[in-house]
């Protein structure tokens, strides 16, 4: 009876593990910028599984450092303003990256940094139709 009980929660747990590292842990994030066509975000997961977003470049206003208080302590954290399509001068969503890495503020400059000059060179070139 006893070993039955404990063969169970060995299995349970076993489970929840493999869960918690396919779906939870992730292991590393990055970001790829290409001002012509868009922002990709990917998340590496322990298991080795892989989730990509793609945003467009057109929908992205801006990539700005935002700051929360948690636990008192101040965060700070990248984010990518997505464009309202009704509203030009609006933002319609705010895209947090780097969620699970945290990364330091320093980092964090120099990704916003990088993010901001591929901004601005889309601005300045010529649009074509």
């Not at 066509?37 to 322990?46: C, F, H, K, N």
């Not at 969620?99 to 010529?126: F, G, H, M, N, W």
């Amino acid at each position: 009876q006893n070993s039955m009980v404990l063969s169970a929660a060995i299995f349970i747990t076993l489970i929840g593990l493999i869960i918690y590292l396919h779906f939870v842990k992730i292991d590393q994030e990055s970001l790829l910028v290409i001002g012509s066509l868009g922002i990709q975000v990917t998340s590496s997961y322990a298991s080795g599984k892989e989730s990509t977003t793609f945003i467009e470049m057109g929908k992205v206003k801006d990539v700005v450092i935002n700051e929360a208080i948690h636990m008192q302590k101040v965060i700070y954290y990248l984010c990518i303003l997505l464009q309202d399509p009704e509203d030009p001068q609006g933002v319609s969503e705010v895209v947090p990256l780097f969620q699970s890495s945290k990364p330091r503020l320093d980092c964090l400059i120099e990704v916003y940094k990088s993010c901001q000059e591929i901004l601005e060179q889309r601005k300045t070139a010529p649009q074509s139709s």
